[in-house]
């Protein structure tokens, strides 16, 4: 069975590392080596994969260390020449089952966020990197608008049940945001509520269920009247397409709310 712990890493970061009792252990974007070194000490288990989502340095920058602590360590990631000291190039469709791990993973392009960014998807776990947060998505920067938001429709279309693990706790904001574009959403309040209960308990907000994420983050639910209108409002002008409502809403955010 399949195990998930949240280690977490710089102020806000979250470094994934997968278990399934047999002393093995992966890694997702170990941006830095030290805490995925302190844990893994103690509880005594074997470094034998790291699985990367993009470029970023606060997604990659332990794997270095990481490699040569262990001799052998198989690293996955996109086909992106800004990565250095992977192992194997992976991308669209293909299927991976890291060592230590009976579990395969399907890779998925979701470029956007960056242009090569990829994620994870298997036993009902999706390991997303920073294209979909917890009620909100990443910032555009080498990739496009239109990009992300066709990334954003494809996961929108996984099971429901799929636990999505995000690499960053920015919830409560996003949340915030959320509230601006549908301030009258009971899902979304309830959320909230759930949410801020969970961080002053010290507990991490992420996973979410795909399900929730489809009821309560704009960035999935562009088909939506409400959002249609809130993001037709904020643009000025009527919105064409799910790609330019979702252009509308993360301009908003970024340049009214962050």
């Known amino acids: 069975m399949l195990d998930v712990h949240a280690i977490p890493a710089f ?146 279309s996984l099971p429901s049940d799929t636990l999505c693990y995000c690499a960053h706790e920015y919830t409560l904001a996003n949340l915030g945001f959320a509230a601006w574009v549908e301030p009258d959403s009971r899902a979304l309040a309830q959320r909230r509520t759930a949410d801020h209960r969970r961080r002053r308990q010290g507990l991490p907000t992420v996973p979410s269920s795909l399900a929730l994420e489809r009821a309560t983050n704009p960035f999935l639910r562009t088909r939506e009247p409400d959002v249609i209108r809130a993001a037709e409002t904020v643009a000025g002008h009527p919105l064409h397409g799910s790609r330019e409502v979702f252009t509308a809403l993360r301009r908003w955010k970024d340049e009214q709310y962050d």
């Open 11 to 156: 102020s806000d970061n979250y470094i994934w590392l997968l278990t399934e009792g047999t002393g093995a252990a992966v890694v997702v974007d170990p941006g830095d080596a030290d805490p995925v070194l302190e844990h893994l000490h103690a509880a005594k288990l074997r470094l034998t994969a790291a699985l990367i989502t993009h470029h970023h340095a606060d997604h990659t920058g332990g794997l270095a260390e990481l490699t040569a602590a262990f001799p052998g360590l198989r690293s996955y990631g996109p086909r992106d020449d800004r990565i250095r000291g992977l192992t194997d190039r992976i991308g669209e469709a293909d299927l991976i089952q890291p060592a230590g791990l009976t579990t395969n993973f399907q890779v998925m392009e979701v470029p956007g966020h960056t242009s090569s960014h990829i994620a994870f998807f298997g036993h009902g776990t999706l390991f997303c990197g920073d294209t979909l947060f917890a009620a909100g998505c990443g910032r555009v920067f080498d990739g496009s608008f239109e990009q992300l938001s066709d990334s954003l429709e494809r996961i929108a």
